[in-house]
């Protein structure tokens, strides 16, 4: 009996997943001491790796026209309004790796890991609502990715679908999948090269 491609990508994604989850700048969310400071240097990662990555997803569903089911939601919206109001700043850039996506099969395997983080954002939601921090934040990034409507078993269950139908090398979207959880994992692990300052340093320097 064939394996469907969607058990196949959880197969093959998870060690990736565990340690992406592992990194201590996505650990500490979990933390019922979360410190400001910790939750703003989160978002601000998802920030500077989205703000790059956005127009480049933007122009792969341009060129690709992927199916409905598939287009990778804008993510930069909902963290810039949420950076916009943070205390901190960088004083050093981090370095995220561009994706590359030249086909169709890599662009579903970025959105089975982009779309996948909804999941994961209802539960983060949840435990950062229960913290001392909803006094001062109103978790603009992970409200938006909880409020939307996508079933990730419908989700998989049209991705095999399109798969069934003979049009698309599954290994190529494991592959892209992979990639996408390998670049996410190279830019969140750059906490130690990064300094975060309070804005009012920068106002008074």
Same mark, same amino acid.
């Given at each position: 009996?064939?394996?469907?491609?969607?058990?196949?990508?959880?197969?093959?994604?998870?060690?990736y997943?565990?340690?992406?989850?592992?990194? +201590?700048?996505?650990?500490?969310?979990?933390? +019922?001491? #979360?410190?400001?400071?910790?939750?703003?240097?989160?978002?601000?990662?998802?920030?500077?790796?989205?703000?790059?990555?956005? +127009?480049?997803?933007?122009?792969?569903a341009?060129q690709?026209?992927?199916?409905?089911?598939?287009?990778?939601?804008?993510?930069?919206?909902?963290?810039?309004?949420?950076?916009?109001?943070?205390?901190?700043?960088?004083?050093?850039?981090l370095?995220?790796?561009? +994706?590359?996506?030249?086909?169709?099969?890599?662009?579903?395997?970025?959105?089975?890991?982009?779309?996948?983080?909804?999941?994961?954002?209802?539960?983060?939601?949840?435990?950062?609502?229960?913290?001392?921090?909803?006094?001062?934040?109103?978790?603009?990034?992970?409200?938006?990715?909880?409020?939307?409507?996508?079933?990730?078993?419908?989700?998989?269950?049209?991705?095999?679908?399109?798969?069934?139908?003979?049009?698309?090398?599954?290994?190529?979207?494991?592959?892209?999948?992979?990639?996408?959880?390998?670049?996410?994992?190279?830019?969140?692990?750059?906490?130690?090269? #990064?300094t975060?300052?309070?804005?009012?340093?920068?106002?008074?320097?």
């Open positions: 009996m064939l394996i469907p491609l969607s058990e196949q990508l959880k197969q093959a994604t998870s060690p997943h565990r340690q992406l989850d592992q990194l +201590p700048v996505l650990k500490k969310l979990l933390s +019922p001491t #979360l410190s400001a400071s910790e939750y703003e240097t989160a978002m601000l990662f998802f920030y500077h790796c989205f703000s790059q990555w956005q +127009p480049m997803l933007e122009q792969a341009e690709l026209k992927p199916p409905a089911f598939a287009h990778i939601d804008n993510q930069l919206a909902a963290l810039t309004a949420e950076v916009n109001n943070f205390e901190y700043y960088f004083t050093s850039a370095s995220a790796p561009q +994706p590359i996506i030249p086909k169709m099969e890599t662009y579903l395997g970025y959105s089975y890991v982009l779309t996948g983080s909804q999941v994961g954002a209802r539960f983060i939601l949840k435990r950062l609502q229960k913290s001392a921090l909803t006094e001062h934040y109103g978790f603009d990034y992970y409200r938006h990715l909880s409020q939307e409507t996508i079933d990730i078993q419908e989700w998989k269950a049209q991705l095999d679908s399109l798969v069934n139908q003979g049009n698309f090398e599954s290994q190529a979207i494991i592959d892209g999948a992979i990639q996408c959880f390998t670049q996410l994992i190279t830019c969140f692990k750059q906490e130690s090269t #990064l975060v300052n309070p804005k009012k340093a920068l106002a008074s320097a």
